[in-house]
Structures are given as structure tokens and as C-alpha cells.
């Protein structure tokens, strides 16, 4: 089972209702690097508090081009060529 939620602008969160066991939490914000905290443990009637600070990340952008030559020679404003009887 996966819960999401976003944070607060103070960065606290909450998810309500989650059965005690084990969770693996993630962490992602665009411009920073994934964090995880796994084995984060959930028991009855607690609230579990949780510290992370998340890397600054790289943001790439790929531009590609794409294209193809022209068939037609448009360095050169001869029309014709020679023939030979060959």
C-alpha cells in the first residue's frame, strides 16, 4: 500500500490511519535529491516524528536535434554536369 501527502509550507506533514508496522517513507521535491528513510516503525496511539533534510539535486534538460541533409547541393548555383560517352 502507498499514502502520499505534501507538506506544509513549514515543511510538516501528517498521515492519518496507518496500521502499526514498518514503513518505508520517501522524500521527493523537484530540484533536490530522493531521500528515504526505511524501517521507520508505527505502533498504537503513537505519533512518530521524523527529521529529514533533502540535498540539493541537479535539474538537467536535454534538448535534442533532429534533421536531415538536403538532397539537393545548395553550395553551388550549377544546374548541369558533363556527360561523357562512358
Known amino acids: 500500500m502507498t499514502r502520499s501527502t505534501v507538506s506544509a509550507a513549514n515543511g510538516s506533514y501528517a498521515i492519518n490511519g496507518l496500521r502499526p508496522g514498518s514503513y518505508l517513507v ?14 521507520v516503525a508505527l505502533h498504537v496511539g503513537q505519533q512518530t516524528r521524523i527529521s529529514v ?22 553550395t553551388s548555383k550549377e544546374i548541369g554536369g558533363t556527360l561523357t560517352a562512358q
Open 26 to 39: 520517501t522524500y521527493e521535491l523537484d530540484g533536490f535529491r530522493t531521500a528515504q528513510q526505511p524501517q
Open 53 to 74: 533534510v533533502l540535498e540539493v539535486g541537479t535539474v538537467e534538460d536535454m534538448i535534442t536535434i533532429t534533421g536531415s541533409s538536403p538532397l539537393v547541393e545548395v
